[in-house]
């Protein structure tokens, strides 16, 4: 099992930034692709940026040139650098953890989420 615990959530102006962090723990060995998804109300849950343990990045348009993911191995921690923030960021963010289904834990692992508001 892995747990993931994310922080850096917060109420920020437009054109502001912000800087998410997700410390994973647990069985982390195979976990190889990290990610965070966000959740508007009234939406459904979208992939934002994610991260293989090679180091290559995938963005989300909308976030593209704004948005910078990152992974600390020494300390298990997968950033999401947020600037430029517009009010159609704001969204519950979620940290995953994706390890290849061939393993016996193998599947995706969620954290708890931490709010992201930009004010207009």
């Known amino acids: 099992q892995v747990q993931l615990v994310e922080s850096g959530g917060g109420v920020v102006q437009a054109g502001g930034s912000l800087r998410l962090s997700c410390a994973a723990s647990?069985?982390?060995?195979?976990?190889?692709?990290m990610g965070w998804h966000r959740q508007a109300p009234g939406k459904q849950r979208e992939l934002v940026a994610y991260?293989?343990?090679?180091?290559?990045?995938n963005y989300a348009d909308s976030v593209k040139g704004r948005f910078t993911i990152s992974r600390d191995g020494a300390k298990n921690t997968v950033y999401l650098q947020m600037n430029s923030l517009v009010p159609e960021d704001t969204a519950v963010y979620y940290c995953?953890?994706?390890?290849?289904?061939?393993?016996?834990?193998?599947?995706?692992?969620w954290g708890q989420g931490t709010q992201v508001t930009v004010s207009s």
């Open positions: 995953n953890a994706h390890k290849p289904y061939g393993l016996t834990d193998g599947g995706d692992y």
């Open positions: 647990g069985s982390i060995f195979g976990a190889i692709v």
């Open positions: 991260i293989t343990s090679g180091g290559s990045t």
